[in-house]
């Protein structure tokens, strides 16, 4: 597993989804959704192990980068905010 990937994780609740759930919404009214994607389709089953170990929920397969290129163009772990 990615370490970038392992040490960003462990931080996705305290620092977004509880964040978020704790202030009740966001300054522009726009419910937060954190979403997982997998962008490599040769690691599919190392890629759904990483979700479950960290309990990250929707997870999607994005293997153009169709949705990550929306936030950042390279580099992992992606964690954009608005």
Same mark, same amino acid.
């Given at each position: 597993?990615?370490?970038?990937?392992? !040490?960003? /994780?462990?931080?996705? $609740?305290?620092?977004?989804?509880?964040?978020?759930?704790?202030?009740?919404?966001?300054? *522009?009214?726009?419910?937060?959704?954190?979403?997982?994607?997998?962008?490599?389709?040769? !690691?599919? /089953?190392?890629?759904? $192990?990483?979700?479950?170990?960290?309990?990250?929920?929707?997870?999607?397969?994005?293997? *153009?980068?169709?949705?990550?290129?929306?936030?950042?163009?390279?580099?992992?772990?992606?964690?954009?905010?608005?």
């Amino acid at each position: 597993m990615c370490p970038f990937c392992q !040490a960003a /994780a462990t931080e996705i $609740d305290p620092g977004i989804a509880d964040y978020y759930n704790g202030i009740g919404e966001n300054p *522009n009214d726009i419910e937060v959704m954190h979403i997982t994607l997998n962008l490599e389709s040769a !690691a599919d /089953a190392q890629s759904q $192990d990483f979700v479950n170990l960290f309990c990250l929920g929707l997870s999607l397969n994005d293997f *153009n980068r169709a949705v990550a290129d929306l936030f950042q163009v390279c580099g992992q772990p992606i964690f954009p905010h608005y």
